[in-house]
């Protein structure tokens, strides 16, 4: 099955500074790649997501970048924020056809701390 | 505007005894997942599914059941709890033509 590893497992940056988290996965038929952030005690919210015939996405501050043919993607915040601190997380899936399927494999998570 | 919606928030229970949680999907959503997380990991993949029939099921044991409801709201149940059990229990739900995955808050099980 489908594996994904996400590094680094802590990230600690200033007010400003750019920060960026990468993933793996194993299984080259996964087209769907999503992240989420978790702050403590709440619900993971997507943030950004890409399919896998885009090779970048944008949106404000994140960007998300894929490298299919060496199975990577990550995660870039640019200016960042006190409030961007949270856990993050990357995942991968396979989304078959016309009909949607639940099933992501995430990543073990990025612990993010921005300082003021 | 309602997100996915889970009860209880928090439970706990003993070894040996089963527990059922609920889960009510956004609005005109037709796929729910379940999803355990333990502390410190991303979370794993249980159950999916959609139009109330079984889509996909994780690596774990046949203690872990869920259903569907016509009204598209679902239940997961774990019988014969173990410790290991602890964990938080998110579920997900997605409109079944579009891929993003929207998550409730979950419910926190303690297993005592």
């Known amino acids: 099955g489908e594996n994904v590893e996400q590094h680094p497992s802590t990230l600690s940056v200033q007010e400003g500074d750019s920060a960026v988290i990468k993933c793996t996965y194993s299984?080259?038929?996964?087209?769907?790649f999503p992240w989420y952030k978790q702050e403590l005690g709440k619900r993971p919210q997507l943030i950004i997501d890409?399919?896998?015939?885009?090779g970048e996405k944008k949106d404000q501050r994140i960007a998300v970048t894929l490298n299919k043919t060496a199975k990577h993607f990550s995660l870039h915040i640019t200016e960042t924020q006190p409030e961007d601190s949270a856990v993050y997380f990357c995942?991968?899936?396979?989304?078959?056809?016309?009909?949607?399927?639940?099933?992501?494999?995430f990543g073990q998570g990025t612990i993010l701390t921005v300082h003021p | 505007d309602a997100g996915v919606t889970q009860s209880p928030t928090h439970l706990i229970k003993t070894r040996g005894q089963q527990v059922t949680l609920r889960c009510s999907p956004i609005?005109?959503?037709?796929?729910v997942s379940w999803y355990q997380q333990v502390l410190g990991q991303g979370p794993q993949f249980i159950f999916q599914?959609?139009?109330?029939?079984?889509?996909g099921r994780g690596n774990f044991p046949d203690r872990f059941s869920a259903r569907q409801f016509p009204n598209y709201s679902s239940e997961l149940n774990v019988n014969a709890l173990l410790l290991g059990d602890s964990a938080l229990y998110l579920c997900?739900?997605?409109?079944?033509?579009?891929?993003?995955?929207?998550f409730g808050s979950g419910t926190q099980l303690s297993v005592l």
């Open positions: 599914y959609y139009e109330k029939e079984e889509r």
């Open positions: 997900a739900s997605s409109w079944g033509q579009r891929e993003k995955l929207f």
């Open positions: 299984d080259s038929a996964s087209n769907y």
């Open positions: 890409i399919r896998s015939n885009v």
């Open positions: 609005s005109g959503h037709k796929s």
């Open positions: 995942a991968a899936s396979i989304r078959a056809g016309g009909t949607s399927y639940g099933k992501l494999t």
